[in-house]
């Protein structure tokens, strides 16, 4: 079973140990046709990009490495931060880019103070009570399939649950009518194997990711691997799974790129 692949990584432009090159060279090393460089969105607060204009400065270094190393697919991304319930990114200039993960995460600067107490504050305290616990799970829920619906140029739900509880059901659903691949986070070993097994049930399509933060980890989808023979996941459905009739160049959604 071998990826031609790996979708997520970061550099030290957002909260990653490691320079582009250094995760194009650890790529190249692992067999991978592609790679894509995912930095945080800027308003993931002390390690999101220094702001949205850096993208732009980032497209022109990726077109030029991508003339340098020819072996390897190179594309620019990013993973951005769900701010509010109604599922707005903080990234809005999406030209220069190549694939858009999105994904809750804590400590993201909300779209305003109101955001803030309903999405952030809920889960600061899901632990009080078990109504609290589920307030915050509905929200969640609610914000991660806005982004979902509201944001058609987005591939990539990033590690579903992981920080912040989500109906994985309900989820997973949104990403299938929406045609956003699902993923299995290898960084994290997440999600586990009976929410992945959920997700398998409403159809979505799948992507296994590394997250990498380091150079040693560009590549590494054993998680992925194990979860796919465990759960009888068809290949088919697993998008960067190289055998299943796909390639290099999976069909990401649509882009105004200018480049």
Same mark, same amino acid.
């Given at each position: 079973m071998v990826?031609?692949g790996?979708y #997520? !990584?970061?550099s030290?432009?957002s909260d990653?140990?490691? =320079?582009?090159?250094?995760?194009i060279?650890?790529?190249r090393?692992r067999?991978l046709q /592609?790679?894509?460089?995912?930095? #945080?969105g800027p &308003?993931?607060l002390g390690?999101?990009?220094?702001?949205?204009?850096? &993208?732009?400065a980032l497209?022109? *270094?990726i077109d030029?490495?991508n003339?340098?190393?020819?072996?390897i697919?190179?594309l &620019?991304?990013? /993973?951005a931060?769900i701010r509010?319930?109604?599922?707005t990114l903080?990234?809005?200039?999406?030209?220069?880019? *190549?694939i858009i993960?999105?994904?809750l995460?804590? @400590? !993201?600067?909300?779209?305003?103070w =109101?955001? +803030?107490?309903?999405i952030?504050?809920?889960?600061f305290?899901?632990?009080?009570s078990?109504?609290?616990?589920q307030?915050?799970?509905?929200?969640?829920?609610?914000? !991660?399939i806005a982004?979902l619906d509201?944001?058609p /140029?987005l591939?990539i739900l990033s #590690?579903p649950?992981?920080? @912040?509880?989500v109906?994985?059901r309900?989820?997973?659903r949104?990403?299938a009518e929406?045609?956003?691949?699902f993923?299995?986070n290898?960084? #994290?070993?997440y999600?586990?194997? =009976?929410?992945?097994m959920?997700?398998?049930?409403q159809?979505?399509n799948?992507?296994?990711?590394s997250?990498?933060h380091?150079?040693?980890?560009?590549?590494?989808l054993?998680? +992925?691997?194990?979860?796919?023979e465990r &759960?009888?996941?068809p290949?088919?459905?697993?998008?960067?799974?190289?055998?299943? +009739?796909g390639? +290099?160049n999976?069909?990401k959604?649509?882009? *105004?790129?200018?480049?």
């Amino acid at each position: 079973m071998v990826f031609f692949g790996d979708y #997520h !990584t970061h550099s030290r432009h957002s909260d990653g140990r490691q =320079s582009i090159v250094q995760i194009i060279k650890a790529a190249r090393e692992r067999g991978l046709q /592609e790679i894509a460089i995912t930095d #945080h969105g800027p &308003l993931a607060l002390g390690i999101g990009l220094r702001d949205a204009g850096v &993208l732009a400065a980032l497209r022109q *270094d990726i077109d030029a490495l991508n003339r340098i190393y020819t072996d390897i697919n190179i594309l &620019l991304g990013v /993973e951005a931060n769900i701010r509010d319930l109604q599922g707005t990114l903080d990234i809005q200039d999406l030209k220069p880019l *190549d694939i858009i993960i999105a994904g809750l995460h804590p @400590y !993201t600067i909300p779209t305003a103070w =109101s955001d +803030g107490v309903q999405i952030f504050g809920q889960n600061f305290l899901r632990h009080a009570s078990r109504r609290q616990r589920q307030k915050a799970v509905e929200a969640n829920t609610r914000a !991660t399939i806005a982004a979902l619906d509201n944001n058609p /140029e987005l591939d990539i739900l990033s #590690h579903p649950g992981l920080f @912040y509880q989500v109906d994985i059901r309900a989820v997973a659903r949104a990403c299938a009518e929406n045609q956003v691949l699902f993923e299995i986070n290898c960084a #994290h070993g997440y999600p586990p194997a =009976s929410d992945i097994m959920i997700a398998k049930e409403q159809g979505v399509n799948f992507i296994i990711n590394s997250d990498a933060h380091f150079t040693r980890t560009v590549g590494q989808l054993d998680y +992925g691997r194990a979860m796919i023979e465990r &759960l009888e996941i068809p290949p088919e459905r697993i998008i960067n799974l190289r055998g299943r +009739g796909g390639h +290099g160049n999976w069909p990401k959604k649509a882009k *105004d790129c200018t480049h």
